[in-house]
């Protein structure tokens, strides 16, 4: 299953899934800025449930061993994010065997991160574009969005989770690139108390406890040298791993947020023919 970020992706990939012989269900979501988070996360894990009914694996042919969930930017948030709430799921009995996250938003706590630093002005996706993309996730209201950008939106009392998005302990050295970790600058509980969203697992899965990492699939990550998503997906594959999850992680050190949109250019068959490899020997 695909949740995807656009239809050129999702077209992208079910071509190059269908010429390998796996069946593919892709799906969209509520968008932002007309529908606020649950609404998102509820939409993909509802599609997620009914599939993993045995009769419509049954119906489409599906090996129950043999499911697999992927995203790309927010569609890899949310495979993530439902892959979680998947493990205490005691309805759902078919469990996935993979999950691909590409170039996946994994939190909201710090947008200081060395990738932000580094690609704060980068046209395709910039700070302060996502800013405003996780901001109308949780609400219309401009004061989140603008406490986003100078990181102070935290509240001293959840700055407990900071520990799961600590990039100097998180990130290898060679991301780090001679930055100096600043602990964020703690705000207010008032935009806490208004969008609880921007501090809930469902939406920032970075904020997930060892305990449940450990239950987690056979993972594939995709993340971008010039994307300010990159420390994201960095940081969760050194989680996963520190926990004992099989992780296969892709960087693309020519790469850019949306690399497999970009149909025509190198970048985008190369990395699409990786993950396809990888598809093939794990799923």
Not at 88 to 101: F, M, R
Not at 157 to 173: A, D, I, Q, R, T
Not at 227 to 241: F, K
Request: glycine share 4%; proline share 5%.
């Amino acid at each position: 299953m695909h949740f995807f970020r656009n239809l050129s992706i999702k077209v992208f990939l079910m071509m190059g899934l269908c010429l390998q012989e796996h069946c593919y269900s892709a799906h969209s979501y509520r968008l932002v800025p007309k529908y606020h988070f649950p609404d998102q996360f509820e939409d993909v894990y509802n599609a997620l449930r009914w599939f993993l009914r045995q009769d419509v694996l049954d119906k489409y042919g599906v090996d129950p061993e043999r499911v697999g969930i992927s995203g790309d930017s927010a569609g890899g948030n949310l495979a993530a994010a439902v892959t979680q709430q998947l493990i205490d799921d005691p309805d759902v009995k078919i469990k996935l065997k993979t999950q691909s996250l590409i170039y996946p938003a994994l939190q909201t706590l710090d947008m200081d991160l060395p990738s932000y630093r580094e690609n704060s002005h980068f046209p395709v996706l910039s700070k302060s574009l996502i800013a405003r993309l996780w901001s109308e996730m949780f609400t219309t209201d401009r004061s989140l969005e603008e406490a986003m950008l100078v990181n102070q939106h935290v509240p001293v009392e959840s700055s407990h989770l900071f520990k799961y998005v600590n990039w100097s302990s998180l990130l290898p050295e060679k991301f780090k690139r001679g930055h100096f970790y600043n602990s964020p600058t703690l705000g207010s509980s008032e935009l806490a108390k208004k969008y609880p969203g921007f501090l809930d697992v469902r939406a920032a899965p970075l904020l997930a406890d060892d305990d449940k990492l450990r239950s987690l699939p056979l993972t594939y990550v995709i993340t971008c040298q010039y994307d300010v998503l990159r420390d994201d997906g960095i940081m969760y594959v050194t989680r996963l791993r520190n926990a004992g999850v099989r992780v296969t992680h892709n960087h693309i050190e020519d790469g850019l947020h949306g690399a497999l949109s970009y149909h025509g250019f190198k970048i985008a068959y190369r990395t699409e023919n990786q993950y396809m490899n990888w598809l093939r020997e794990n799923l």
